[in-house]
């Protein structure tokens, strides 16, 4: 498994907008061999900006990387951020992560 993020710092009062923009959108993922589950996570709130991480499962770090070169990938970002850039305090921060121990609930 892997598991990829991007951290976002969105201006505060652009919440909602940034929200928007995640929602209105196709993201073409499930065209994509080994993809497993999409999350849009909101965090915690700071002075001057909340966080908020896209976190995306996938099989393994081949089939992320082969979403990043897929014309899925190209779609899915051809408009990204929508026309309001000014909400994004920089550039997202990527982190990828390949699972080492997965525990799974027992009925």
């Not at 929200?19 to 497993?36: K, T």
């Not at 929508?82 to 027992?106: H, V």
Request: proline content about 3%; aromatic content about 14%.
């Amino acid at each position: 498994m892997f598991i990829a993020m991007n951290r976002f710092c969105i201006i505060k009062g652009e919440e909602s907008e940034f929200e928007c923009i995640w929602m209105e959108r196709d993201s073409y993922l499930n065209e994509v061999l080994g993809f497993v589950e999409f999350h849009l996570l909101r965090g915690p709130e700071r002075e001057d900006h909340t966080l908020f991480i896209s976190h995306t499962i996938w099989e393994s770090k081949e089939h992320f990387e082969g979403w990043t070169k897929s014309d899925a990938f190209r779609k899915a970002h051809a408009n990204a951020g929508g026309s309001r850039k000014d909400i994004y305090m920089g550039p997202p921060q990527f982190e990828g992560f390949e699972a080492i121990q997965i525990i799974e609930k027992t009925e």
